[in-house]
């Protein structure tokens, strides 16, 4: 711990309370207040942001197979606790993290086996509270089936939402729609609420271990009830017991900003197991990759096969050239031939083809100081994956691989477990493989990047071998995509998906004509936004996606891709709203220069950006990356303009942006 801990015992002892019983507790600086109570037979939480009520009462807890639904009759036991700690991170957005909350826990008494005692634990902070249940009465090894969850969101007012309807066969990669609340059906999680007073919300969940992914379904009036995914027989969740279940999160801001700083995610989850995880080191990376999702070469084996030793070795000399630590190669193993994502058994993780030498690459690459990120697509085809991972890991930890991006390209619904049954991509069979394969990876000192991911919910916390996560939309929908993504999108994804954790979004496309393909089949943003999304869209990896020869036609502009770090010591939405624009600032970890990305929707904007975040009293040099006067993303999308001015912590910069544009600054510290 880098501060002193101050954790304050109950003050009272255990006291019993009948049906009609209330117990409440505020946040450490009494901004919300959450109270739980039981009466006429339910047991019901709600929240209340300086008076005023967020979450109306809403019920709790699970439903399990083979008893009537509960009827609470008791709460008792309740216990307060406070704690206002701040802990380091090994690598992340935020060094040092502050975990400052009130905890209350209660004990509710139902009329059924199962729920006749269950302990429910409220963390309540000054942004934001969790919510957890713990069944101590299911006797150790006793397998239970849960077959429901009541856990309700009752929100008060009229609420805007973003989100997409859940149960998607493209996992999370959809696009976000802006609707009113009461329209959603079934949304994934996070997701984020505007109340018409100008009070934001996300509900998410935290510490998603060995249960299956929340979802949340709307009744039309502006309550959501949790839903879980099953498994093939119906059953939501298999358990022993005792247990307890992950957390349930609601983040509250006023703005949008407050929303994205929040840290309620990590401080929800357990502290690392794994010790010192020095030999992982966020970074950069390129890799055979964008061409593959531009028909320039292929990922099974042939004349174009993108995966060639000749090939991998002249990215690891850009890599070495250009100051980047890794090159990613997908497609170096045998499986890729023919319908690959019909035949994810047919994988094999320790056989190359023939035209890929490991061990050649890998002994090239560290007489340059670059690494190899290994890959290992599954197509879904878990169980294979399974039998070889020990062995496929141990390969990677051979070659000095410390960095592997996970692959599960398969309709969810449709990913085959070992006895056959249709698995859904975010079910509890697949949150227990995802975990295994992190555990695994780490004993073999591997970092996890998963595309096609179980959503983060702050496990790299936990886990700090989880690095990253794609689980949305991203940047190779704009090599062949119908429609891409709409420039909003990355006015979005920082107030929704990216609450959740890092995202492997790879970023910094610079051919955005493509030789003047129709709008809606290439990049929707300018060259400025492409380098601003550096910034506002946080992963201990980035990727440096393009083709090098893209790079090398505009070297002025890959400047800052080859300046921006991705290891910060603090983060902060400094302007935002949500699906107009975000301006983000982020200082170097372990420096003093700080970055600064500001991106709009499809108008052009200007906005005044007070420099009050850098160090007062200190000079610095502003390396200004704008949109040119007549940058446009729809006409001409490659206008950019350079420049550079001396400022102070006492200044405002302007942020002048064209239509889908952006703006990236370095404030370079000076002597």
């Known amino acids: ?11 009272a002892l255990p006291v019993a309370a009948q049906a009609g019983a209330r117990e409440c507790s505020d946040s450490p600086g009494r901004v919300l207040q959450l109270c739980i109570s039981v009466d006429a037979g339910r047991a019901v939480y709600e929240v209340s942001r300086q008076g005023r009520p967020v979450i109306a009462p809403s019920t709790m807890g699970l439903a399990f197979a083979g008893e009537p639904a509960v009827r609470w009759a008791t709460l008792t036991d309740p216990r307060r606790s406070a704690v206002d ?39 309540v902070f000054d942004d934001g509270v969790g919510l957890r249940y713990s069944y101590p009465e299911i006797p150790a090894g006793k397998a239970v089936e849960v077959v429901g969850d009541n856990t309700q969101f009752r929100t008060r007012g009229a609420n805007q939402a973003w989100w997409y309807s859940a149960w998607g066969q493209e996992r999370d990669e959809y696009l976000y729609t802006e609707t009113d609340a009461r329209r959603i059906t079934t949304a994934e999680t996070p997701l984020t609420l505007k109340r018409d007073d100008g009070l934001h919300v996300s509900i998410h969940e935290a510490a998603l271990i060995d249960f299956p992914s929340m979802l949340l379904s709307g009744d039309g009036a502006g309550t959501l009830t949790a839903k879980l995914m099953p498994w093939p027989d119906g059953v939501l969740a298999h358990k022993t017991g005792p247990f307890d279940t992950p957390w349930r999160t609601i983040i509250i801001g006023d703005t949008p900003g407050a929303l994205a700083d929040s840290r309620i995610e990590l401080n929800l989850n357990e502290p690392n197991k794994l010790g010192d995880i020095s030999w992982f080191k966020p970074e950069k990376y390129v890799g055979v990759w964008w061409e593959m999702h531009l028909n320039r070469s292929t990922w099974g084996s042939g004349e174009h096969h993108g995966a060639a030793t000749a090939n991998v070795k002249s990215y690891i000399d850009f890599a070495a050239e250009n100051g980047f630590g890794s090159v990613l190669v997908e497609g170096w193993n045998e499986g890729w031939d023919g319908d690959w994502i019909a035949h994810g058994d047919k994988f094999s993780f320790t056989k190359a083809y023939p035209d890929f030498d490991i061990a050649e690459i890998t002994a090239y690459g560290r007489e340059r100081g670059v690494k190899l990120i290994g890959h290992h697509e599954t197509a879904g085809g878990v169980p294979n994956y399974a039998a070889q991972l020990e062995d496929a890991m141990a390969l990677y930890e051979r070659y000095g691989v410390d960095v592997v991006k996970t692959g599960y390209v398969r309709h969810s619904g449709d990913i085959v477990d070992e006895q056959g049954g249709l698995q859904w991509f975010a079910g509890q069979y697949m949150v227990r493989h995802n975990l295994h394969v992190a555990e695994v990876a780490a004993r073999h000192r591997i970092a996890i990047n998963a595309h096609e991911p179980v959503k983060d919910t702050g496990l790299r916390r936990t886990w700090p071998n989880m690095i990253s996560r794609e689980g949305a939309r991203g940047q190779e929908f704009n090599a062949w995509g119908d429609p891409t993504n709409p420039p909003e999108h990355m006015t979005i994804l920082p107030f929704t998906r990216l609450l959740a954790g890092p995202m492997d979004f790879t970023p910094g496309i610079f051919d955005i004509p493509r030789g003047g393909i129709a709008l809606t089949r290439r990049v929707q943003t300018t060259l400025a936004t492409q380098l601003a999304e550096y910034v506002v869209v946080y992963s201990p990896v980035q990727m440096a996606a393009d083709l090098p020869e893209n790079y090398l036609a505009h070297p002025d502009a890959f400047q800052f891709i080859k300046d921006v ?17 975000v301006v983000v600032a982020r200082q170097e970890r372990g420096g003093q220069d700080w970055y600064l990305g500001a991106i709009t929707d499809e108008n052009a904007r200007t906005l005044s950006q007070p420099l009050s975040f850098l160090a007062p009293g200190k000079r610095y040099e502003a390396q200004i990356y704008a949109d040119g006067a007549d940058a446009d993303y729809r006409t001409n999308p490659m206008s950019y303009v350079i420049s550079r001015k001396v400022v102070t912590s006492a200044d405002t910069l302007p942020i002048v942006m064209g239509p889908g544009g952006g703006l990236a600054v370095r404030f370079r510290a000076l002597p």
Do not use: C
């Open 1 to 11: 711990m880098l501060a002193r801990a101050l954790i304050f015992a109950a003050l």
């Open 85 to 123: 700690t701040t802990w380091e991170q090994p690598w992340g957005e935020q060094r040092v993290i502050a975990d400052k909350h009130n905890e209350l826990q209660v004990t509710l008494g139902g009329d059924t086996p199962y729920n006749r005692r269950v302990i429910v634990t409220a963390r």
């Open 565 to 581: 770090p991705t290891d910060w010591e603090t983060t902060k939405t400094l302007q935002s709203e949500i699906g107009d624009y």
